[in-house]
């Protein structure tokens, strides 16, 4: 169905607590040994994902759905690498910023992949791998970041309901009131999870 997100068990997206170390931002960045963060996790912390055919996006009739169900009326398609995407390095570094939106984050990677970073309700960093074919949502008022991983690739498309804004809002957000909603609606069951 389309206005729910595709089953766990049926999920390929990989997710695992960061390590807290400086090296290049585009490596996996495991703790040793890993520790994998489930997927049940990430629907508590509001993160959505479906796992789409992206060599028939342009005529997906489940993409089609879910953007019917879930209103987005907008979209774009984006290439992220050195020499596809205007100063490069700038916006890999702004996109590394550890953010908050005031909408939902949505997109859908139709080639190459990328890290989606997001914290969780202790504060710690999860990584999760986006590939060819995952479409993931992130709720608004979460806080994270985005970066390529070393093969310096990604083509996506970005999702959005109505105007589309981009407009990172950078920590400490503590105060803003999509922060606000978001713990309202996802902190009460992180401490029922606990």
């Known amino acids: 169905m389309a206005d729910k997100p595709q089953p766990i068990e049926e999920s390929t997206l990989e997710a695992w607590y960061m390590d807290n170390s400086d090296a ?10 890993n520790q994998p963060c489930s997927l049940q996790a990430l629907r508590e912390l509001g993160v959505l994902s479906w796992k789409l055919d992206a060599d028939k996006w342009e ?27 205007p100063g490069y390095a700038d916006k890999i570094k702004s996109f590394y910023e550890e953010h908050i939106h005031t909408d939902e984050e949505i997109r859908y990677i139709l080639d190459g992949r990328g890290y989606f970073d997001v914290r969780d309700m202790q504060d710690r960093w999860i990584r999760i791998q986006c590939a060819k ?28 309901v109505g105007v589309p804004v981009w407009t990172p809002h950078n920590r400490p957000q503590e105060e803003n009131p999509s922060r606000l909603n978001y713990l309202k609606a996802f902190g009460k069951q992180q401490a029922a999870a606990a």
């Open 133 to 160: 074919g995952d479409l993931i949502v992130l709720p608004e008022g979460i806080y994270h970041r985005f970066t390529l991983d070393t093969n310096d690739y990604l083509k996506a498309m970005r999702l959005f």
């Open 59 to 85: 005529n997906d009739p489940k993409l089609e759905a879910i953007k019917k169900v879930r209103s987005y009326n907008y979209t774009e398609v984006i290439e992220i690498s050195p020499d596809r995407l």
């Open 24 to 33: 290049d931002q585009r490596l996996p960045h495991k703790l040793e040994p």
